[in-house]
């Protein structure tokens, strides 16, 4: 803890951090993560949880940081195992988790990361 107080950058980095998650714990709008899907490995009968809210810092997946707004994760047990897999980044797909080219519209491209 003492390593991360005396490095000021993490210190603002967290508070910053901090900032976004007050503001979503009382509006459920999901935060575009990633202007482009993520390409994934899954393993066939395996239950993994996709960020819905886009606060993680794991994407595609949840580290639990949605827990300050009333979104919740998507669970999805992968049906075959696959390197091309690709899972919705902007979080607006309309077939969570997958991606569904929702990222190409203005709307995403021309949001602020």
């Not at 901090?18 to 709008?29: P, T």
């Not at 886009?54 to 049906?79: M, N, Y």
Request: charged share 20%.
């Amino acid at each position: 803890m003492a390593l991360f107080f005396r490095n000021a950058r993490l210190l603002r980095n967290q508070r910053l951090c901090l900032q976004v998650q007050q503001v979503f714990r009382y509006c459920d709008v999901a935060v575009i993560a990633a202007k482009q899907p993520f390409q994934v490995e899954l393993i066939e009968g395996k239950k993994y949880y996709w960020c819905k809210c886009g606060l993680s810092k794991k994407q595609p997946f949840c580290d639990g940081r949605h827990k300050v707004t009333t979104i919740k994760p998507v669970r999805f047990e992968a049906e075959q195992s696959s390197s091309e897999i690709f899972l919705c980044g902007c979080k607006q797909t309309g077939s969570a988790p997958f991606c569904d080219g929702t990222h190409a519209t203005e709307n995403v491209q021309s949001a602020n990361l």
